[in-house]
Structures are given as C-alpha cells and as structure tokens.
C-alpha cells in the first residue's frame, strides 16, 4: 500500500473513470464526488458512472448530478480507473465491464475483507470510511480542500462512523472533522437532510415493519425478514434497512442484528450488525462471499428467505458459541 503510487499514477494520466459500489451508502458517493472533484482540480478529466441511479435521498450532495448511469454496450476512453469504498470487483456489478485489459485501477477503500483487487491498492482497514482515507491521502499532496470536498467528506465521515457514535471513531477522526469544519458549513443542515426528511408513509409502514423482528439465543440475536413485495411499498429515498438498525440496535441485550431481504425466488440480501466484541459479521458476510466491517457487513445468498436464514443462524451459532471474541 502506497499513497505515492497513487499520486504518481494520477500524475501520469489525464483522463479517469471513477465508480463505486452498488447500492451506495453515502461514504460511497461522497467519496466519489470527492475524488472527482480531487482530479478536476488537478486539470484531469473524469468519467462520474455509476451502476444505477443514486437514490434521491441524496439530492442536496454537492455535484451529485455529475454521477451518470451506465447504460451497458458502451465503451469509455480513459487512462487509468479509480474504484472507491468497493470490496470486490463484483460490487462493481455492470460497471465491471467498464474496467479494460492493461488499464491501470487505483482501489481506495476501508474495508477489512477488500481483496487487494486493483493495480495499485490504497487500503486502510483502521480508518473510519473511504473519505477519512482520502483526506489524509488529499493532505498528503498538499491538496488545497474546497468547501465542497469538505463538505462531502464530512458526510462520508459522519454517516460511516453512525455520526461518530461506531468504534470507528477514533481521536484522528475528530481531528479530521475539526480541519474539515473550518469551511463552516452547517452540520445540523447536512443532518437533517439526510436523516430527518423520511416522507410519512415510509414512517408508517416501518412502525408496521419493525414490530415483526424475532428474538433469538435469549435475545443476544434480533432477526427480521422482508419480502419483495414489502420492500417494493417504500419509496426509493428511504433507507428502511438502516432505520431497522437504528431502532432494534437499542435493545438492550442484542449483539447482533440480521435483515434478510427477499430478492427474488431464490436470492436474498442479508444485512449484519454487531455490538460488543464476541462476533465479527465481516466473517459470517465473507462465509456467504460477502464483505465489509467487523461490526456491519452484507452479503447476497442464492437461497430463499426460509433457506437463508437457517444458513445464516447456523453460521451464526459457531460464533455465539465462543469463549472469546472472534
């Protein structure tokens, strides 16, 4: 791992395709825009594409409109790719197939289980999320910030660290936000915006949703399951999954949280979070090939939901089951 060959490559090149994972979460698209935003300011051209359209709940992000869709079948000049905040190549999804034999990827994430896909790979599993990585790599150049990169680094900052409440947060964190903080934008506007603008029937059907969460292995286990049908009732700016999470993480006694979503006949998303340090969810998502943190992770299971969540719970069992933490 090495931010000079980071900045090297940058250096060499004039023009880049910068993505992100599907489903974004906003360290995703802050992150992004942050970047792109980076290499403009550099004198560089950048290719913004995304997988599918980013979820309106993110409209007020600055540059959010730069992001384009990929449509598939076409095929985009660039110089070298720069992948943010993604596992795996797969969470790329259809922009995968952006990615060209011979031409050079910059992999810049946080996560625990990133598989070190990228040419040059910038990984810093200790940081809070993908924009701390990047302040530290922008500060590193000598980079003089803007008030929009900024901005959109204390948005990743503060949604990936559960606005600074996870074990994530760290004293270098708060020294990040406090220079990013000198640009004196309002904080309590950015929260309100993403977290305070949930549109009423979203509200009512998740006080009907949430009531159905089962208790397991005397309560240190909260499980909930949604069906396709069910999810398809919210609207497409409301992040039920992390509302869910939010409220059943407050049960006193719970270590982990499981949401397991109907995809289709035989395919379900299942969604982990941890508390405490008996279980790390990065192992029980990396079982199912999936990824993310020891304390919040996700994965897709080619069964249905009946099916998934035996899996799951049986996996889940050898970990309750230790001593010690995993």
């Known amino acids: ?13 004039k023009t880049f395709l910068v993505t992100t994972h599907i489903h974004p979460d906003a360290d995703a698209l802050a992150s992004q825009l942050a970047m792109a935003l980076y290499l403009k300011g550099l004198g560089k051209k950048v290719h913004l594409i995304h997988a599918e359209r980013v979820p309106a709940r993110f409209d007020f992000i600055p540059g959010i409109r730069m992001i384009r869709v990929f449509k598939g079948g076409e095929r985009l000049d ?12 797969d969470r790329m999804d259809k922009v995968k ?3 060209q034999k011979g031409k050079t990827i ?11 896909f990228g040419t040059i790979n910038y990984v810093e599993s200790k940081a809070s999320s993908t924009a701390e990585v990047l302040f530290d790599l922008f500060k590193k150049t000598r980079f003089r910030l803007t008030k929009d990169i900024a901005i959109l680094l204390y948005l990743g900052i503060m949604t990936d660290t559960g606005s600074f409440r996870y074990d994530s947060t760290t004293a270098h964190t708060h020294e990040v936000v406090s220079e990013l903080m000198r640009f004196k934008f309002s904080v309590s506007d950015l929260y309100r915006k993403l977290y305070e603008r949930i549109p009423l029937n979203d509200l009512k059907l998740l ?20 069906r396709k049908k069910t999810m398809e009732q919210f609207s497409p700016e409301f992040d039920v999954r992390d509302k869910i999470f939010t409220f059943l993480r407050a049960i006193k006694g719970v270590e982990v949280i499981i949401i397991l979503t109907e995809q289709g006949p035989r395919m379900t998303r299942a969604n982990f979070r941890s508390q405490g340090d008996r279980v790390n969810v990065a192992e029980l998502a990396s079982f199912f090939k999936g990824g993310g943190h020891r304390k919040a992770s996700g994965c ?17 069992e050898k970990k309750l089951s230790r001593p010690e933490a995993s």
């Not at 660039?78 to 190549?89: Q, R």
């Not at 910059?106 to 070190?116: G, P, R, S, V, W």
């Open 1 to 13: 791992m090495s931010w000079t060959s980071v900045i090297k490559t940058i250096q060499e090149h």
């Open 78 to 89: 660039y110089d070298a790719a720069v992948v943010l905040d993604c596992g795996d190549l």
């Open 97 to 99: 197939g952006l990615l």
């Open 106 to 116: 910059i992999n810049i994430d946080h996560h625990l289980t990133n598989d070190f």
């Open 207 to 226: 006080t009907k949703v949430i009531n159905r969460f089962e208790r397991l292995y005397d309560g240190r286990v909260v499980c909930i399951e949604m």
């Open 300 to 316: 897709v299971i080619p069964a249905n939901l009946s099916e998934a969540k035996k899996q799951t719970l049986a996996q889940l």
